[in-house]
C-alpha cells in the first residue's frame, strides 16, 4: 500500500485517528471532487478562491485565463495550499456538542508549475474535461492555438498531501443514550438534476450518455 | 438596496459582471452553504481547512475544539480569508474552450475575534446547530459548562465581502453553433438521500420533520 509520507505541514495532529495518507483513497477522494479551494499569500494575506482541476498520476491540474491575476500569482511558484472537500451528511447527536459532519478532504501543499508546452498544455485541458465530465472530450471542438494561449495551466505535484475523513454513527457521552432524541445519520451528496438543453440546440439532439447517468461517485 | 463596499481586496477583477456585492444575495448564499474553507497564513504558508459556520446578521461564527491549533490561531487576531462556494451545475458548450459551471461564492475578509462570555457562546452555537439543522437546538441536549469550556467560538465580522454568481446556459463561439455537439447544463446540487438512525436509538423513535424534509436550498 503506497502512502504519502507525513511532513509538519500535513501530519494530522487534531483527531489523527481520521488521518489518511493512503494514496489510493487520496486519488479516489481528488477524482470525485469538482471543486477545490486554492489558497496563498497575496501582499501578506491569505486569499482563498474556488477552481476546477484534474488529475493524472501524482499531478493536479489547475488552469484559467491567461488574464487572471490568481494565476499569474501562482504562476510564479509561491507556495499554494489546495484543498478538497466532499460532504457526506450530517451526523446528528444526542448532544448539540457531538454533532458532527460526515466528510472526506485532501489537503495539497507545494508550488506550482506553468506548464507551457503545447501537447502538455491540451493533455491537461484534456484531463480537466474528463475529470468534470467523463466521455466529454472527444465530443467537442478542441482548443484552437489562440484558445490555447489564452488559457494558463498549472501542474502541482501530488506530494506533501494528507486527507482527513469522518464516517459512521454519532458518538454519544453514554449517558445520553437515553434521551428522547432521534439520532442518526442524513447523508447528503452532491446529486445531478434533469439535463437543460441549450436554448439554439437544434431539435432531437439526444442528451449524451455520460450527461444522462452522469455520477460522482468513483469506485 | 443595501451592498457591501467593494475594498481594494474584494473588488473582482476578473470577470466583474459576475460580482455580487448585494447584502441579501450575499446573504442567501451564506446561509445555504454548509462548509466554508478558512484561509491563513502559519509561519509563511497559506492553509485551506474546511470547516462548518453559522451565521446572524452581518457576523460569521465559526467554532471548534480549544485544543484546535487553527482556532488557537485564528483567536489571535490574523488576517482569514473564509470562502463558501456553491456549486450549481456543469455548463456543456461546443467547445471545450467555453466550457464553464454555474456556482455561487462568497469571499470574506477580515480578522476574527473570540466569543469568550457564556451567553455569547450558548447563542453562537445555536446559531451554528440552527445554520446546519434549522429545528435542532431545541430537541438536543444543549452544552454543558464543561462542553463550551472545551469549545473555542470565533466571531468574523461581514465588511469586506463579496460574491460571484454564474448561471444560466453556455455561451459558444457563434460558428460552434452549428456542431452537432449536444450543449446545455446539467444541474447539480446537494441532496439529502434517506436518514440512517442510529442503531442505539429506542424503536420507533420517528425521523423529526426538520430531518425527512431537509433542503438547504432558501427562500
Redesign the interface.
Given at each position: 500500500m503506497s502512502e504519502f509520507a507525513p511532513t509538519a505541514?500535513t501530519e494530522v495532529?487534531?483527531l489523527p485517528q481520521r488521518a489518511v495518507y493512503d494514496r489510493e483513497a487520496v486519488y479516489r477522494i481528488l477524482d470525485e471532487g469538482?471543486?477545490c479551494?486554492?489558497?496563498?499569500?497575496a501582499e501578506?494575506?491569505?486569499?482563498?478562491?474556488?477552481t476546477?482541476y484534474g488529475r493524472k498520476g501524482d499531478t493536479v491540474y489547475l488552469h484559467g485565463?491567461a488574464?487572471?491575476?490568481?494565476l499569474r500569482t501562482l504562476g510564479k511558484g509561491v507556495?499554494?495550499?489546495?484543498?478538497v472537500?466532499l460532504?457526506d451528511?450530517?451526523v446528528?447527536?444526542?448532544?448539540?456538542?457531538h454533532?458532527s459532519?460526515n466528510?472526506r478532504?485532501v489537503?495539497i501543499?507545494g508550488r506550482a508549475t506553468l506548464v507551457e508546452d503545447r501537447e502538455g498544455k491540451l493533455d491537461a485541458?484534456r484531463v480537466f474535461?474528463e475529470h468534470?465530465?467523463p466521455g466529454?472530450?472527444q465530443?467537442?471542438?478542441?482548443?484552437?492555438d489562440k484558445?490555447l494561449q489564452a488559457?494558463t495551466v498549472l501542474a502541482l505535484p501530488l506530494q506533501e498531501v494528507s486527507a482527513k475523513v469522518r464516517t459512521g454513527?454519532?458518538v454519544d457521552d453514554e449517558e445520553?443514550?437515553a434521551?428522547?432524541?432521534?439520532?442518526?445519520?442524513?447523508?447528503?451528496?452532491?446529486?445531478?438534476?434533469?439535463?437543460?438543453?441549450?436554448?439554439?440546440?437544434?431539435a432531437g439532439?439526444?442528451?449524451?450518455e455520460y450527461?444522462r447517468r452522469?455520477d460522482r461517485k468513483r469506485p
Amino acid at each position: 500500500m503506497s502512502e504519502f509520507a507525513p511532513t509538519a505541514r500535513t501530519e494530522v495532529r487534531r483527531l489523527p485517528q481520521r488521518a489518511v495518507y493512503d494514496r489510493e483513497a487520496v486519488y479516489r477522494i481528488l477524482d470525485e471532487g469538482l471543486v477545490c479551494h486554492i489558497g496563498f499569500v497575496a501582499e501578506g494575506n491569505p486569499v482563498v478562491i474556488p477552481t476546477g482541476y484534474g488529475r493524472k498520476g501524482d499531478t493536479v491540474y489547475l488552469h484559467g485565463s491567461a488574464a487572471s491575476r490568481m494565476l499569474r500569482t501562482l504562476g510564479k511558484g509561491v507556495n499554494v495550499c489546495v484543498t478538497v472537500t466532499l460532504f457526506d451528511g450530517l451526523v446528528l447527536a444526542r448532544s448539540a456538542f457531538h454533532h458532527s459532519v460526515n466528510y472526506r478532504s485532501v489537503v495539497i501543499f507545494g508550488r506550482a508549475t506553468l506548464v507551457e508546452d503545447r501537447e502538455g498544455k491540451l493533455d491537461a485541458l484534456r484531463v480537466f474535461t474528463e475529470h468534470v465530465t467523463p466521455g466529454r472530450w472527444q465530443e467537442v471542438r478542441p482548443p484552437s492555438d489562440k484558445e490555447l494561449q489564452a488559457t494558463t495551466v498549472l501542474a502541482l505535484p501530488l506530494q506533501e498531501v494528507s486527507a482527513k475523513v469522518r464516517t459512521g454513527p454519532p458518538v454519544d457521552d453514554e449517558e445520553d443514550y437515553a434521551l428522547p432524541v432521534w439520532a442518526g445519520v442524513l447523508p447528503l451528496s452532491l446529486t445531478p438534476g434533469l439535463p437543460v438543453a441549450d436554448e439554439r440546440l437544434p431539435a432531437g439532439t439526444e442528451v449524451p450518455e455520460y450527461v444522462r447517468r452522469y455520477d460522482r461517485k468513483r469506485p
